[in-house]
């Protein structure tokens, strides 16, 4: 097993602008409340339910750069799997090793299209049991071993990690409107996590006499 393997983790759920105007005619007029139309209700952390962009952030493991950037207006995590493999693969010209997700992206499909590629998932066995498939049954009996379950421990010291710099940041709240400016937002964000893990690699990394 490698410790170059690939995530793609939620990096969370981010609320998108909510705002209320006075209308500025007859003053007994009700405020109009005036939300995203991109965005879609979703069931946020704290167990509410407001207008929300679904972030996704992929990181490797071994230096934990974030590498990918994915935000849709769909609540399923499982839809976001392939297309961040995708893009990766993509954008890196080569398939990695190994894909770390939680269980909120298990699917046969995401499974069974990773593998196709030459990508083992890693990814919990909480679901699809009783389906089979080539795919399904290594998958299962990959994530039984020591190995495979050393490897996921990876998963969360590294994208939780990033999850937690971003919403330090505070993007956690979206101050714009629209999936493409949100999305800028992501980049914004992932790109000032890559600056200063790269600044901190350089100050740890052995300078030449």
Request: hydrophobic share 45%; proline share 4%; charged share 20%.
């Given at each position: 097993?490698?410790?170059?393997?690939?995530?793609?983790?939620?990096?969370?759920?981010?609320?998108?602008?909510?705002?209320?105007?006075?209308?500025?005619?007859?003053?007994?007029?009700?405020?109009?409340?005036?939300?995203?139309?991109?965005?879609?209700?979703?069931?946020?952390?704290d167990g509410?339910?407001?207008?929300?962009?679904?972030?996704q952030y992929?990181?490797?493991?071994?230096?934990?750069?974030?590498?990918?950037?994915?935000?849709?207006?769909?609540?399923?995590?499982?839809?976001?799997?392939?297309p961040m493999?995708?893009?990766?693969?993509?954008?890196?010209?080569?398939?990695?090793?190994?894909?770390?997700?939680?269980?909120?992206?298990?699917?046969?499909?995401?499974?069974?299209?990773?593998?196709?590629?030459?990508?083992?998932?890693?990814?919990?066995?909480?679901?699809?049991?009783?389906?089979?498939?080539?795919?399904?049954?290594?998958?299962?009996?990959?994530?039984?071993?020591?190995?495979?379950?050393?490897?996921?421990?990876?998963?969360?010291?590294?994208?939780?990690?990033?999850?937690?710099?971003?919403?330090?940041?505070?993007?956690?709240?979206?101050?714009?409107?629209?999936?493409?400016?949100?999305?800028?937002?992501?980049?914004?964000?992932?790109?000032?996590?890559?600056?200063?893990?790269?600044?901190?690699?350089?100050?740890?990394?052995?300078?030449?006499?």
């Open positions: 097993m490698t410790h170059s393997s690939w995530l793609n983790i939620k990096a969370g759920w981010y609320q998108a602008q909510q705002r209320k105007k006075q209308n500025k005619g007859d003053p007994a007029e009700a405020r109009v409340s005036s939300t995203d139309a991109q965005a879609r209700v979703m069931k946020l952390p509410g339910f407001r207008p929300a962009f679904n972030v992929c990181a490797e493991t071994k230096l934990g750069l974030v590498v990918g950037v994915g935000i849709g207006n769909s609540g399923a995590d499982q839809d976001e799997l392939v493999h995708a893009a990766v693969m993509a954008a890196y010209g080569r398939a990695v090793p190994n894909w770390l997700a939680d269980g909120g992206y298990v699917s046969q499909e995401g499974i069974e299209r990773l593998s196709a590629h030459g990508t083992a998932p890693c990814l919990p066995v909480g679901a699809l049991l009783k389906r089979a498939s080539r795919a399904l049954d290594a998958w299962r009996t990959r994530m039984q071993t020591e190995d495979a379950k050393a490897l996921y421990r990876w998963r969360a010291r590294t994208i939780e990690w990033v999850n937690a710099r971003v919403s330090n940041d505070g993007f956690y709240v979206v101050n714009v409107r629209g999936l493409t400016k949100a999305r800028a937002l992501a980049l914004w964000h992932a790109l000032a996590h890559n600056l200063r893990r790269l600044s901190a690699l350089r100050l740890a990394w052995p300078q030449p006499a």
